[in-house]
């Protein structure tokens, strides 16, 4: 029988939910499971919403005192669902207290803060990771399994994109994601870091870039009580407004390590796009191409098929490819945003459990808040900057 971890999850929002089903599901999934993961408690900002989430997503307990949840001696994981801004304290709390931690993405708001947690979980020798959830998409596990076997050979150029639409309209709601003392930074840090750690994980790190970044909507109406409102759905135009402090898009040109080139785009103000997550990668003997909004299919191409079949397949991801013995029997049969986070949470517990180090990792994070940097610093710039 596996052993069971209790978990306290700080955050009962949007992301939360995906957590407490990655908590429920991951058994039921991967059995035997590495260990069983105890919803034990919940904290949110007021004791009514912790209740809630408590009710809502199968809590043991319900807190608003975050501190009091990490110190707790029954306690083995702490997972960060917050907003950026209480990131960097929470986890250097939990890990001066012995607890594994996950963390949502970004790391942090700054590369500072998030020096400072990748000490402090260094220091404490606790398991710790950063839940850049695609890139456990089966298609994108599939497509590394390939550059690792070299079926596409050296890798020459990398193009990535993560479009949304949910901010486009002017009179969506001032979310703290428009904030940059509650985000660090806009369409940079929220989505492009995403495409930053596709990179990472499929090519490997980016040394210097080239950015160009845009701010279109310059104040957005107010929300009115403690519930973030992400996207635009809430819309009030008559409103009191607030400022808009941070990026609604960067555009970049990439220099990776390896000598590969690149380009980056992230915006949430491309109507008609909702999580339009593309990948595309070229290498001296086959290209493959992703989309994440057709997540259970991954286009490749290779230089020595023979010439009556050159262009682009479609494989379905299914139990053959990576994840597919846990995941659905058929392929193509769907995969979706709830089912990254299922394997996301069987390879933190498998690390905790086997003493090893889970990827992403906050050292790993720590490169892509540098990348996130550079991105900015460049966008102010216009010049090549080093990450």
């Not at 979310?175 to 994980?201: C, E, M, N, P, Y």
């Not at 310059?218 to 992400?230: A, E, F, N, W, Y």
């Not at 915006?267 to 595309?280: C, Q, V």
Request: with cysteine; charged share 25%; hydrophobic share 40%.
């Amino acid at each position: 029988m596996s052993k069971t971890m209790n978990v306290a999850m700080i955050g009962g929002g949007f992301m939360g939910k995906a957590h407490a089903m990655a908590y429920a599901a991951m058994p039921m999934f991967f059995w035997p499971a590495p260990a069983l993961p105890i919803r034990k408690v919940v904290v949110d900002m007021t004791d009514e919403l912790a209740e809630d989430a408590r009710a809502r997503f199968g809590f043991d307990e319900a807190s608003s005192d975050w501190r009091a949840a990490v110190c707790r001696d029954d306690i083995d994981v702490v997972d960060i669902c917050t907003p950026n801004n209480v990131h960097a304290e929470i986890a250097i709390a939990a890990a001066n207290a012995g607890k594994h931690v996950i963390c949502e993405k970004p790391l942090a708001r700054t590369v500072d803060e998030a020096r400072a947690m990748a000490e402090a979980v260094k220091s404490s020798g606790v398991v710790n990771m950063v839940a850049f959830n695609y890139r456990r998409t089966p298609a994108v596990a599939l497509a590394k399994k390939f550059i690792d076997e070299g079926r596409i050979g050296q890798i020459l150029n990398f193009r990535g994109t993560y479009l949304q639409d949910w901010s486009a309209d002017p009179d969506g709601p001032l979310s703290w994601r428009f904030q940059k003392s509650v985000a660090g930074s806009g369409a940079v840090g929220d989505i492009g870091t995403h495409v930053v750690d596709l990179a990472h994980h499929l090519v490997g790190p980016i040394a210097e870039v080239n950015a160009i970044t845009k701010t279109y909507v310059p104040t957005r109406p107010i929300q009115s009580g403690g519930v973030d409102k992400l996207g635009a759905s809430d819309k009030n135009a008559d409103a009191p407004r607030g400022k808009v402090d941070v990026e609604d898009e960067v555009t970049s040109l990439l220099n990776f390590d390896n000598g590969a080139v690149g380009s980056l785009e992230a915006t949430r103000n491309a109507w008609g796009r909702n999580n339009f997550i593309t990948l595309e990668i070229h290498g001296t003997k086959g290209s493959i191409h992703f989309n994440y909004e057709r997540r259970d299919e991954l286009q490749v191409m290779f230089a020595d098929d023979p010439g009556d079949a050159r262009g682009f397949r479609t494989i379905y991801t299914g139990p053959a490819h990576p994840f597919g013995d846990g995941l659905w029997p058929i392929p193509g049969i769907g995969i979706g945003y709830s089912e990254t986070k299922i394997v996301e949470c069987r390879d933190f517990f498998q690390a905790i459990v086997d003493g090893t180090e889970p990827t992403p990792n906050f050292d790993e994070a720590l490169l892509i808040e540098r990348v996130g940097d550079a991105l900015i610093r460049s966008g102010q710039t216009g010049a090549w900057e080093k990450v």
